[in-house]
């Protein structure tokens, strides 16, 4: 499943979480992904309710932290994040948004990465809000994240340091560290605030894709302005049959060790699958052919990461088509703990099954069970038969 965020009035932490359930993500799961954290239920609080902003329905999540003198730096985030239960795949989305975070105040402030402190209200509603976002993209299947241009806002916002110009200094550094796009303000006042910022710096592409509508989460802002106050999740798949493109280029003169950095780079902007092959080039040249599948609204992003990040001089754009089956995310029971499912659908039957390895892994490790057993017990539960039981 892929995802389109429309920012007509901007983004911030608890706008996203609001798209996420009113997405179908109940807040009853949003609060037990979170227990994970460990932070103690006197930590914090969440609330949801439907409320109007304008003409229009939305669903408002209010995030409450307790004022304590204690602050955090991006050390103690880590360590937090590194003793909680969450999944490692969401462990990983919200450390590499605070790392980013991080990264942005520091340059603003003109200090390092290790000084930066987060105040405690702020570190805790800032991880609720990041490790929410990160939880809430897993466990809706979301595959890709991609969004609109940012409206900013304009005007003064008191923060910590005093009296900041809108946008937020941070604001602005993350989104010039995603070369985002912008678009002018519908109003006066903070749009885009740091926390939002930071998720969609780290986690969207920013062109709008081709795709098969399946249903919208439409999160709503703190505030009121004069026009709705409202973030939109799009929901649903890739264009069946649609026109996609293949990227390759042949290389014999780089470092293997610097493939796997290319791949995250290409998978972070958009690609929808990048793989390496290895061939015999000219005069006997052990070489790799880089692959990658993209869709062509990215062409020219990933064409460029290629180029920017390659030995190689030049590369091969391919027009291909691609079907694909309907996918959809399941959480399911097993004797040890819920395992989300990735669930494979053929005319809205579930033809096949492949339960989050990660999640097998974990429960394998703290029931000392062998992982095939739990893998097993996770695609039976999904109503799928084992590979021993299916047809020949």
């Not at 290790?114 to 809430?136: P, R, S």
């Given at each position: 499943m892929i995802a389109y965020l429309d920012l007509p009035s901007g983004l911030s932490g608890d706008m996203f979480l609001g798209c996420l359930v009113d997405a179908g993500w109940s807040i009853d799961d949003l609060r037990a992904a979170l227990t994970g954290l460990k932070l103690g239920p006197e930590a914090y609080s969440i609330s949801c309710q439907s409320v109007m902003k304008g003409p229009l329905r939305a669903t408002c999540v209010t995030v409450q932290a307790v004022r304590t003198m204690h602050q955090r730096r991006l050390c103690d985030i880590r360590n937090i994040l590194d003793a909680s239960s969450l999944p490692?795949?969401?462990?990983?989305?919200?450390?590499?948004?605070?790392?980013?975070?991080?990264?942005?105040?520091?340059?603003?402030?003109?200090?390092?990465?290790?000084?930066?402190?987060?105040?405690?209200?702020?570190?805790?509603?800032?991880?609720?809000?990041?490790?929410?976002?990160?939880?809430?993209?897993?466990?809706?299947?979301?595959?890709?994240?991609?969004?609109?241009?940012?409206?900013?806002?304009?005007?003064w916002v008191q923060a910590d340091h005093g009296r900041l110009p809108i946008p937020a200094p941070a604001t602005l550094e993350l989104l010039t560290r995603a070369n985002a796009p912008v678009r002018p303000s519908p109003g006066p006042g903070e749009l885009t605030t740091p926390t939002g910022a930071a998720i969609i710096s780290s986690l969207a592409t920013f062109v709008q894709p081709r795709m098969n509508l399946h249903r919208i989460g439409t999160g709503a802002g703190q505030k009121n302005f004069a026009w709705p106050n409202v973030a939109r999740l799009w929901l649903g798949q890739p264009t069946a049959g649609g026109a996609i493109v293949q990227i390759e280029t042949n290389i014999d003169d780089m470092n293997p060790q610097l493939y796997s950095t290319v791949v995250d780079h290409l998978f972070a902007a958009g690609a929808l699958d990048v793989w390496l092959t290895p061939v015999q080039m000219k005069k006997g040249r052990p070489g790799t052919v880089l692959s990658v599948l993209a869709s062509s609204d990215s062409e020219s992003v990933l064409v460029d990461i290629v180029l920017r990040h390659t030995t190689t001089l030049g590369v091969r754009v391919h027009h291909v088509l691609r079907h694909e089956a309907a996918r959809q995310m399941r959480s399911v029971p097993t004797p040890w703990g819920p395992v989300q499912v990735k669930l494979k659908l053929l005319e809205d039957k579930i033809i096949g099954a492949t339960p989050e390895f990660d999640d097998c892994k974990r429960l394998a490790e703290q029931q000392q069970l062998p992982l095939h057993q739990v893998i097993e017990a996770a695609r039976s539960a999904a109503g799928v038969a084992t590979p021993a039981e299916l047809p020949k």
């Open positions: 490692v795949p969401v462990k990983a989305g919200a450390l590499a948004i605070f790392q980013r975070l991080a990264e942005a105040e520091a340059k603003v402030h003109g200090t390092s990465v290790d000084e930066i402190h987060f105040h405690e209200v702020g570190a805790v509603d800032a991880l609720v809000d990041i490790v929410g976002a990160a939880a809430g993209i897993h466990a809706l299947g979301i595959d890709r994240l991609y969004a609109s241009p940012v409206p900013l806002g304009e005007g």
